[in-house]
């Protein structure tokens, strides 16, 4: 486990990815990574979540927490309203670059199958793989019949693989259709690619969040450990990937922590609030 460099230098807003970096596997945010980001409230430091997870998918982890504020969601499409349940601005996909991407993935990418996130739930085709309970899609068809796919709420693009490795996909599909959206991945269990509207990342969405405070780049600290963290990573003052990050992660940070079940977060967190004479 990779000893976290000493935090040296203002802070002004902190931003963090979810799954993989303050949340493990175990779907259970640690004692002491809740201690330490909701102490941050009181030091006066913004805290924002920066996730690909869809609006749905926040209200619990913000419940664990105990946090309020806006988060950046859908890789940086959505902002979402942690208190009030509400999506507070959407940046969508158009049906022509979101039909003309599936058409150009279905070709190079045999047995893909598709869905997307749109600002009222899941639409999906038959066999698009998940686990998640409960689960109540808007729409079960092929995405090329969806009517979801057409009335410009898609906030997310999603395309699947039975069998696959997430960087093989990646490295295909972001020659192929970069100039229609904006393609990752977030390192899920199932060969996954996730494509946001063009020219949107975490670090669009962020930057909107942190001009919103009136916080420049330079005043950012971010942490993150999956390749759509890069573009975040890179944009904010100072970056920490977690030690279970992903190669390309670690690479561009410029600063490592330990990893998310060594609670990598709340030890620089916890730097942050010390310099400014607080305990978690």
Not at 29 to 49: C, F, I, M, N, Q
Not at 121 to 132: K, N, Q
Not at 176 to 187: D, I, M, P, Q, T
Request: overall charge negative; hydrophobic content about 45%.
């Amino acid at each position: 486990v990779p000893v976290p460099r000493t935090y040296a230098g203002p802070v002004t807003l902190v931003a963090t990815d979810i799954d993989g970096t303050i949340l493990p596997r175990t779907g259970i945010v640690s004692e002491r990574t809740k201690r330490a980001l909701g102490s941050l409230s009181d030091a006066g430091v913004p805290l924002v979540l920066v996730t690909a997870r869809p609006p749905r998918w926040l209200d619990a982890v913000a419940a664990q927490l105990s946090i309020r504020g806006t988060a950046v969601c859908a890789n940086g499409a959505v902002q979402y309203d942690l208190g009030t349940c509400r999506i507070t601005d959407a940046i969508t996909i158009p049906a022509e670059p979101l039909l003309e991407a599936v058409a150009l993935l279905r070709g190079a990418l045999p047995g893909v199958v598709f869905a997307v996130e749109t600002t009222s739930g899941i639409a999906m085709e038959e066999d698009f793989p998940t686990s998640e309970r409960g689960l109540d899609p808007r729409e079960v068809a092929r995405i090329e019949a969806m009517e979801s796919a057409r009335d410009n709420s898609v906030i997310k693009l999603l395309a699947a693989l039975e069998v696959g490795d997430h960087d093989e996909m990646l490295g295909i599909a972001e020659p192929l259709v970069g100039h229609l959206v904006e393609a990752s991945h977030s390192s899920a269990e199932v060969p996954l690619l996730e494509f946001a509207p063009s020219g949107v990342t975490k670090a669009s969405g962020l930057a909107r969040m942190a001009a919103h405070f009136g916080v420049d780049p330079a005043d950012v600290i971010a942490f993150g450990d999956a390749p759509n963290d890069l573009p975040m990573l890179a944009w904010a003052g100072t970056s920490y990937a977690v030690a279970n990050a992903h190669p390309d992660v670690l690479a561009i940070a410029t600063h490592s922590t330990a990893s998310v079940d060594d609670d990598g977060v709340a030890l620089v967190v916890e730097e942050i609030l010390a310099a400014r004479g607080l305990t978690p």
